[in-house]
């Protein structure tokens, strides 16, 4: 969910930020890491100038991304929850 929040401010940034003169775009460079889970850093576009369909694009990833963890995190609680129901 931290990756996903991530991608989404980052993504914000640079589309606030489309009509700076000189801005360069920032991206979310994404990792796995061992034992699981995705670590996020920072970086810059090597190309020049905006990209708005890339930073919308980012934006609808981002929010699919978040969802789904959400999801999963909803589906643990209510199974947790039905295996304390079965053994009260």
Do not use: C, W, Y
């Not at 889970?37 to 981002?62: F, H, I, K, Y």
């Amino acid at each position: 969910m931290q990756a996903a929040q991530s991608a989404l401010n980052t993504a914000a940034h640079n589309v606030a930020n489309v009509s700076t003169p000189a801005f360069r775009r920032q991206e979310v460079i994404q990792s796995t890491q061992q034992g699981g889970g995705v670590a996020t850093s920072p970086g810059r576009s090597a190309n020049d100038g905006s990209a708005l369909e890339a930073d919308m694009v980012a934006q609808l990833q981002a929010k699919n991304a978040f969802l789904a963890n959400l999801a999963v995190f909803k589906t643990s609680n209510q199974m947790a929850g039905a295996l304390l129901d079965k053994k009260a």
